[in-house]
């Protein structure tokens, strides 16, 4: 069967209790989820909107971001058995099937296609949709889900808890290990309808995978609205790999919380990519619970025209011997501002930690702007926590070698800019999905 564009019903615009109890009588959600989503909107309600007053906000102006223009749901596309039914633009970001153990397609507000390999079904690994997973599996999804981002996180935590739609579910039992990635990737082009994913990772002892998430949306008329939500679960000696690459159209605001807890002789490794959007802003945070727990958080964003980046991360040591390294990089021209604030913080109890935090910035005009404001919290007194920050136009002197062996000065920044990002692109595992984000980069480069 062809994938079908629904056509049934959806909400009106605007983020109200009527939208929320439409969306309950729209939605098949078991009791319990319902009742989470009404409790999350008295949060919601009674929470104010930040404002620049905050000093988390100060730097990031959403006062043109227009809420009452949201739809928060509308009914979902036909599900389809193959890849090859997919709309032919979803087709084209998808690649080749060999790179990946499992694959979730979210399109606006519902998942259309669904694989896992049998071998990982066999063994107790689940990938579903978030709404599904509730009813199929709810005393897992219900142990785990809001835990680490709960409704009273702020404003756009609680919005998400309330209306998120379709979101993905993976559960890796204790001992498997995931060898290809699992891959989601979440489509958005009705038009006025927000996009609110929620995502859960959970990965019991011992267990590893790597899991890529990627959000797209093409160009399209009017604002735009993504709130999303990430939780990462990491058991005793767990290897997790969480990989998400933003790509919204240009009238965007993007909102995301992330969370991911690190348990003994765990490791979590996270990179973020982010390319698109009006407005981007992200709190992702990583706690280290466990002795021997380890986190590397790297990232890099290209921005250009009048985009604005702004992330705040924190590396939250709360055991003894855990280890955290951070690196974000950011590029910038045209009128393009970035905003990067991270913390290393550390409880009493957390001796021997060893933390490192770096934020680095090319700029390619005059115009572009980049704060960095990296911190430490120490409260114990034998752990080594080092930070830096950099920013810094292109260094002339190296374009001038490039230009006089015969590079033209474009193609010369262009390959300042694939050096500057390539030590974090190459993580990416999917080479479908690194070429495809390489060819972004170079057109906002070129451009």
Known sequence: MAYEQASGPALDPGLSEERVNELLRLRDDPEWVRAARREAWQVYDATPMPSRTDEEWRRTDISQLDL?????????????????????????????????????????????????????????????????????????????????????????????????????????????????????????????????????????ANSQVTYLEEFASPEQEGQAFANGVVEVFAGQGAQVTYLAVQEWNEQTYAFLNQRQVVERDATVNTVHVALGGHVSKSHIETRLVGPGATTEMTGVLFGDKDQHFDHHTLQDHVAPHTTSNLLYKGVLRDHARSVYAGLIRVSKEAMKTDAYQANRNLLLSDNAKADSIPKLEIGANDVRCTHGATVAPVDEEQVFYLMARGIPRAEAIQLMVQGFFAPIMDRIPLASVREKVWTVVDRKVTA
């Open 68 to 204: 009452g223009r949201v739809r928060a749901f509308a009914t979902p596309g036909s599900r389809v058995a193959s890849p090859a039914e997919l709309p032919e633009v979803v087709r084209s970001a998808l690649g080749s099937g060999a790179e990946w153990s499992g694959l979730l397609v979210q399109h606006n507000t519902g998942v259309v296609y669904r694989e896992l390999d049998p071998s990982l079904a066999r063994q107790g690994v689940i990938l579903l949709s978030l709404e599904e997973a509730a009813r199929e599996h709810p005393e897992l999804v219900r142990r785990y889900l809001g835990q680490l981002v709960p409704a009273t996180s702020g404003k756009f935590a609680a919005m998400n808890a309330v209306f998120w739609s379709g979101g993905c579910f993976l559960y890796v039992p204790r001992g498997v290990a995931v060898e290809r990635p699992i891959r989601v990737l979440s489509w958005w082009d009705a038009p006025g309808v927000g996009a609110f994913p929620r995502t859960l990772v959970v990965a019991e």
